[in-house]
């Protein structure tokens, strides 16, 4: 029942995760991080079975730098994303599955113009490029709110404000508390770390 | 339930005219009963030869890949465009590879020919069996559907404009009675030397 949502602005891209570890009916952390930098303007949360999660994401994370390390070049936000879903899509197919999914966001700065924008991927291997989106029972709230109140050229002050009322929402509606939302903020400059939404 | 090839849901229709051949497909990308995208676009083209895959997702990206890496291979090899006859052929061998372990989708091959200018449509099964078809083909989670509102709206011989028109009211009849498909819907139409792409306003539920 882990959150993670996405939402793409003018010229940033919001990540937001929820901070607790649960595991049957304890929570285990209430300060977890959910995410993974894959490069200085490109990050991925991530959901899925406990073990997995963090060795998938570091396996990627680790590849990717290996690359930009090699050729001197960091991938686009789409080439990582499309990295990222084959590894996924190899992995369905073999003896035991990476179960993970995951939101990547990232900025483009090799055009002329930084672009931004975020992959939806599941652990089949489905990729998908999306405005806003979120993985798991979260998704069915949050995206409801957001088809509602979601415009393409928001700016990060009132993209927070939208986490901020998807926040409300998913803790109203949520069966367990979720620890409240770590947010990361990546643009053209690189990405911002929050600790927690409301502090916002 | 976890049936691979209806997890995502999407249909597609291949019909075939006077000397030229429509295919169309919807846009939805769905989790289950969750829509989760509605740009997700099913047909590709491989220079004057489509190929529209439905079903599993993750197998519609992987194979538009693999046949993109085939068919670039094939022109550095034979110094012009792959026919949409000798395509769908690569496509019932590139699928029966994989016999014991299938890809789940539902391809369908529409183009006409350059060489003898003769339009031609296809479909398969997830193995890589041909169905040629001289009229229309239909895949996806709305195979039904298709199945009834081509039967009675087909006719022979209609001309691209005429065709666009049958295709797009079957296809559309049918997306509306599957829950699973719609979320908007593009066309093509094929002459010998124009492809008119077009985009369909559909119902958004």
């Known amino acids: ?200 | 339930m976890s049936d691979p090839s209806s997890i995502n849901g999407g249909a597609a229709v291949a019909m075939v005219g006077k000397d030229c051949v429509a295919i169309a497909c919807d846009l939805r990308l769905g989790n289950q009963s969750l829509g989760v995208a509605n740009n997700f676009e099913k047909i590709f083209n491989y220079d004057h030869t489509f190929l529209a895959l439905t079903g599993l997702a993750s197998d519609v990206t992987t194979l538009s890949e693999v046949f993109r890496l085939k068919t670039n291979l094939y022109k550095m090899r034979e110094e012009r465009s792959i026919e949409p006859e000798t395509f769908a052929n690569l496509v019932s061998s590139t699928l029966y590879q994989k016999r014991f372990g299938p890809y789940f989708i539902g391809p369908l091959v529409a183009g006409i020919n350059s060489l003898t200018g003769k339009p031609f449509v296809c479909g398969f099964d997830l193995i890589g069996c041909i169905d040629y078809a001289k009229d229309f083909v239909v895949s996806g989670t709305a195979t039904d559907q298709l199945y009834g509102m081509c039967e009675s709206l087909y006719e022979p011989g209609l001309g691209p404009d005429d065709l666009f028109e049958t295709i797009s009211q079957a296809f559309l009849s049918a997306v509306d009675r599957d829950a699973l498909s719609g979320w908007g819907a593009v066309v093509y139409v094929i002459t010998k030397d124009k492809v008119t792409k077009r985009l369909l306003k559909t119902r958004q539920d």
């Not at chain 1, 620890?179 to 770390?193: A, F, H, M, P, T």
Request: charged share 25%; net charge neutral.
């Open chain 1, 1 to 200: 029942m882990d959150i993670i949502l996405g939402i793409k602005l003018n010229d940033s891209v919001l990540i937001a995760t929820s901070k607790a570890v649960t595991r049957g009916i304890s929570v285990l952390k209430a300060s977890d991080d959910k995410t993974r930098n894959l490069g200085d303007h490109s990050a991925m949360a991530f959901t899925g079975e406990s073990g997995d999660t963090v060795q998938f994401a570091e396996y990627v994370q680790a590849n990717l730098k290996l690359f930009s390390v090699r050729q001197n070049y960091e991938l686009s936000p789409k080439a990582m994303a499309s990295f990222v879903r084959k590894e996924l899509a190899t992995s369905i197919r073999s003896r035991k599955p990476f179960q993970v999914n995951v939101l990547i966001g990232g900025c483009d700065i090799n055009k002329e113009t930084p672009e931004t924008s975020l992959y939806w991927i599941d652990y089949l291997g489905t990729n998908v490029e999306l405005p806003y989106a979120a993985h798991g029972y979260a998704a069915f709230y949050a995206l409801s709110l957001l088809d509602r109140h979601y415009k393409p050229d928001l700016n990060e002050e009132e993209g927070i404000k939208l986490l901020q009322l998807c926040n409300k929402e998913l803790s109203t509606r949520m069966p367990i508390d979720f620890k409240g939302l770590r947010v990361k903020v990546i643009n053209s400059q690189g990405v911002k770390e929050y600790d927690d939404l409301t502090a916002l």
